[in-house]
């Protein structure tokens, strides 16, 4: 029974298991199907910002590419919210936005689980641990907005290893201009770029050149410079048409070792690899490794080399995060302008999720090479290797013991598990807040009816509310969230709110020393822009500069709450709104 379960897990080993990929995806994505907008993703920088990169940019697309928005605070140049992944716009210029995002997600989470795959594949010959990186991998909760900034890494490793084996070589050129595309330069293509060059620097000091290597490294830059063409002419030639208010920005200083061990723990922001429970597996495996390297065969030893170097490099990504966060670094960054002052090196870091997984199915290969061992076997119950390591059936089974902590965290954390917590007990108990209810079309629909105007006639400010929604329906507004507006437009909408940030501190702080997020900031509530309807919020005694306000063009405020004295203020009550399914309460006020 043993030497036949043995044989079994041998020979699954052995065949394509590719195919599982794609009834994960299907099971993942079906509460997509099912709930439909009332399906939930994470809100913050992604449904309240990112996403409004691609909807404004399908919507100007035939504009051309240098066309502004005119949509968002007062008017702004593409630059300023250009998406991380432009081959998406397309979707969202001829389908809805909700199908639109879902379908990007399903491309996301597809080229992570094939790319993760193919790579893992190729360096293990192994398609169980394939499967079970790829697995874990493409169910992590990443926001889909990045593109395959994250999740592609792995399928850019499956075509350099192509190109490196001379094999697949015009498919891999397609992959490659795939992830050109749906990747952004500053989010991970200067990583990639980098550990490229490193390996073109390496075929050359070896001498074992390999042209198509060097040609995909071309290709992938050439790829780069062409979709970032605006952004180089800004930083290198000083095209820009205007100051960014990011010369503003103050960057802020981190406990270096806190910080190193953070990141390697957790990773950082818009980057999660739930891999805590990875780490010590991976230590004892290459313990293991060096315990018994003399009792190891075949290509076991140079795994067990690429497992250190891995984990090497995997430290190195926490130790340069912390030095890029460490006071000496960012007095420096502080002291510059332009580039220098908001370039963020430490984005190694968006590395993490496809690095750990590819270094556990890297240390795990160590031991994973295996004859088929039973009591029929020869040589005392073993064909070759550690006797205790020589049964495929046990190995496979120390891996899913292995990955138990990392899958149980995966499945709690996931977007999936999000969606079928939300089927089984709806927002009145998950708390949750939908696509429907975020956006509130219907709610937006009764605003727009109320103002009975041409939206292009008027711009609308928000008071403890999200703009995303507002612009999402089309209304056009003075404020927004934008990480490259004018300079000068920070300091004309300041002087709306100054009055009100001197009543906060750590408001007036996260408008002047970042300012990204351009609102009605306020001393009642502060820099909150979640309120929701439930909430029952009341502000009296705003000092807003109402003549400024309307210098901006703003006509109409949408408050997340009553605005008791508005009156005092100059304003005209148009009626409270909301509707059953909408998160917000909107309080209509004319200037």
């Given amino acids: ?127 169980i641990l394939a499967v079970a990186a790829a697995g874990c991998f493409c169910l992590l909760p990443v926001q889909p907005v990045y593109g395959l900034s994250v999740l592609g890494v792995p399928l850019l490793l499956y075509c350099f290893l192509c190109l490196y084996r001379k094999k697949h070589v015009a498919g891999s050129f397609a992959g490659i201009l795939f992830f050109g595309l749906t990747t952004h330069l500053v989010l991970i293509g200067y990583v990639v770029l980098g550990f ?33 063409h605006r952004l180089f002419g800004e930083l290198l030639l000083g095209r820009s048409s205007y100051v960014s208010h990011r010369e503003e920005l103050v960057n802020h200083a981190a406990p270096f070792w806190d910080t190193v061990k953070s990141v390697f723990l957790d990773s950082a922001q818009h980057a999660p690899s739930l891999h805590r429970g990875l780490i010590l597996p991976i230590l004892a495996l290459l313990v293991l490794g060096l315990l018994f390297r003399k009792k190891l065969e075949g290509a076991a030893h140079l795994r067990l080399l690429a497992g250190w170097l891995g984990l090497g490099v995997l430290g190195g990504i926490a130790l340069l995060y912390g030095i890029c966060l460490s006071p000496g670094v960012v007095d420096f960054k502080n002291s510059c302008s332009g580039f220098l002052r908001y370039f963020q090196l430490e984005r190694f870091y968006w590395l993490y999720p496809a690095g750990w997984y590819l270094e556990f199915a890297l240390c795990c290969s160590i031991w994973w090479d295996h004859g088929v061992c039973g009591p029929s076997a020869s040589n005392g119950g073993r064909e070759r290797g550690l006797v205790i390591f020589g049964y495929p ?116 702080l996260y408008f002047d020393e970042w300012g990204s997020r351009c609102y009605l900031f306020n001393g009642t509530t502060g820099n909150a822009w979640m309120l929701g309807k439930t909430l029952g919020i009341r502000y009296e005694g705003l000092e807003f500069d109402m003549e400024a306000l309307k210098g901006l063009g703003c006509e109409y405020i949408f408050s997340a709450g009553e605005i008791l004295d508005y009156e005092e203020m100059g304003l005209e009550f148009l009626g409270y709104y909301e509707t059953e399914s909408s998160y917000w309460g909107v309080w209509l006020y004319g200037l």
């Fill in 393 to 508: 059936a046990l190995k496979l089974g120390v891996l899913v013991c292995l990955l138990l902590p990392v899958m149980q965290e995966i499945k709690t954390e996931s977007n999936f598990y999000l969606n079928v917590n939300q089927m089984n007990n709806g927002s009145g108990i998950t708390g949750y807040i939908t696509w429907e209810s975020f956006y509130a079309e219907e709610l937006m629909g009764q605003l727009e009816a109320a103002i009975g105007r041409d939206m292009k006639d008027y711009r609308v400010a928000h008071l403890g509310m999200n703009p995303a929604p507002a612009l999402m329906h089309g209304f056009y507004t003075v404020d927004g969230y934008s990480n490259n507006y004018p300079l000068e437009y920070k300091h004309r909408f300041r002087a709306v709110i100054e009055k009100e940030l001197v009543k906060n501190e750590q408001t007036r």
């Fill in 1 to 127: 029974m043993v030497y036949q379960l043995n044989r079994a897990v041998l020979a699954v080993d052995r065949i394509p298991l590719w195919w599982v990929g794609i009834l994960l995806l299907a099971v993942t994505f079906a509460p997509y199907l099912i709930l439909k907008e009332g399906s939930v993703f994470p809100v913050h920088d992604q449904l309240d910002e990112t996403l409004m990169t691609y909807v404004l940019s399908a919507r100007h697309l035939a504009a051309g590419s240098g066309a502004g928005f005119p949509e968002l605070l007062g008017g702004i140049n593409a630059s300023g919210m250009q998406p991380s992944a432009i081959l998406f716009i397309w979707l969202y210029r001829f389908l809805s936005v909700f199908p639109a995002f879902v379908l990007q997600y399903l491309i996301v989470s597809g080229a992570g689980f094939f790319g993760m795959y193919g790579s893992v594949k190729e360096i293990t010959d192994s398609s």
């Fill in 196 to 228: 490229w060059l490193l390996a073109v620097l390496w075929l050359l000091i070896k001498k074992r050149h390999n042209r198509w290597i060097y040609l995909g490294f071309f290709w992938l830059l050439g790829i780069y410079l062409g979709v970032n």
